[in-house]
């Protein structure tokens, strides 16, 4: 099942994403500028051989719905993210507010 839900943060508008899938649920927030995701996100792959697109992301590990990611510190983050001033530790609702 996928449920698209949308959220307001501080009066800013995302879209919240979860995907449940055989013993794992893929979550996301996003904008039009960029993203928070699960643990499924690979911010190596984005930093290394998709640099090019600049991907502005954030990972959280460990957490099952979208209130734990918004929640939660990240764990790591695209360097274009570090360049928007996201950094590994914040909350992903911090890090969505950095994206505004």
Same mark, same amino acid.
């Given at each position: ?5 949308? @959220? +307001?943060i501080?009066g ?6 979860s995907?449940? &899938?055989?013993k794992?649920? =893929?979550?996301?927030v ?6 928070i ?5 690979d911010v190596?792959?984005?930093n290394?051989?998709l640099?090019?697109?600049? @991907? +502005?992301?954030g ?9 734990? &990611?918004l929640k939660?510190? =990240?764990?790591s983050?695209t360097y274009?993210a ?5 950094q590994v530790?914040m ?10």
């Amino acid at each position: 099942m996928i449920t698209l839900s949308p @959220i +307001i943060i501080e009066g800013h508008p995302f879209t919240a994403v979860s995907v449940s &899938l055989p013993k794992t649920t =893929l979550l996301t927030v996003s904008n039009e500028k960029g993203y928070i995701m699960c643990g499924a996100l690979d911010v190596g792959l984005l930093n290394d051989v998709l640099a090019d697109r600049k @991907i +502005i992301a954030g990972r959280a590990v460990g957490v099952k719905t979208i209130d734990q &990611l918004l929640k939660a510190p =990240l764990e790591s983050v695209t360097y274009e993210a570090e360049q928007c001033g996201i950094q590994v530790g914040m909350t992903g609702e911090e890090a969505l507010l950095k994206m505004v």
